[in-house]
């Protein structure tokens, strides 16, 4: 696609439940990132993949968050047992090996009830 | 280490004025300094960069100042119009070949009043 797609682009969910979150990145693009945007907060990183390196996960704020990038492209976001402190906008964005400019998804906001 | 410091958190310009938007870091490993300017509902997007080797770039109406040495840098908005206003986030990062995440400023809101 023309641009870094994710989905669900909303999602409401009850404390204790899984979610995932899926990342689609520009086609071509190595490197692969998820952000947390909290309100009126900055953007927190959590992880980052590029190529077949093994990932940055420090970011990751604790075990009960995860993501995987299947065949060097779609990325899932996984948070289990959701905490209402897990309510935010989690951004994916990716970018061409070499090149450290990030091209942004629209989010997904998560409510966490 | 890891953190970069923005200031202000929101800025009200009159259309037509400037807007100043400030950062600072601490890594000096950091070679990289990119800002993003976010629209509600929409992803942040890239405006402009700079490498510590220069100490100024301008595209249009936005201008990066960047000082090494207080490593300290900063966005300028020349003639600031309503279409302008958003949240901008700085960022750093290290390694100029994509091996370095992209650490960000808590992000400044920035409302200009026509």
């Known amino acids: 696609g023309a641009g870094v797609s994710q989905s669900p682009s909303n999602k409401v969910t009850e404390k204790g439940k899984d979610v995932e979150l899926r990342c689609d990145p520009i086609s071509g693009h190595t490197a692969l990132y998820w952000y947390r945007q909290s309100l009126g907060q900055g953007l927190e990183f959590l992880i980052y993949?590029?190529?077949?390196?093994?990932?940055?996960k420090s970011g990751l704020p604790s075990d009960r968050f995860s993501a995987e990038r299947t065949g060097g492209s779609v990325s899932t976001l996984t948070i289990q047992r959701t905490q209402q402190e897990d309510s935010a906008v989690y951004l994916c964005?990716?970018?061409?090996?070499?090149?450290?400019?990030?091209?942004f998804g629209a989010g997904s906001r998560l409510t966490v009830l | 280490q890891q953190q970069v410091k923005q200031s202000p958190q929101s800025l009200i310009v009159q259309k037509g004025g400037i807007s100043i938007i400030n950062c600072a870091y601490e890594?000096?490993?950091?070679?990289?300094f990119p800002w993003y300017q976010q629209f509600p509902g929409k992803g942040p997007a890239l405006l402009i960069a700079i490498r510590p080797d220069v100490s100024e770039k301008k595209e249009g109406r936005f201008t990066i100042s960047f000082n090494k040495s207080a490593k300290q840098f900063s966005l300028h908005i020349m003639d600031s119009q309503p279409g302008d206003s958003a949240t901008y986030f700085c960022?750093?990062?290290?390694?100029?070949?994509?091996?370095?995440?992209?650490?960000f400023g808590q992000g400044t809101t920035l409302q200009v009043k026509p």
């Open positions: 964005a990716s970018s061409p090996q070499g090149d450290n400019v990030l091209t």
């Open positions: 993949f590029q190529g077949n390196s093994a990932p940055d």
């Open positions: 890594n000096t490993a950091f070679d990289y």
């Open positions: 960022a750093a990062s290290r390694g100029s070949s994509n091996t370095g995440k992209l650490i």
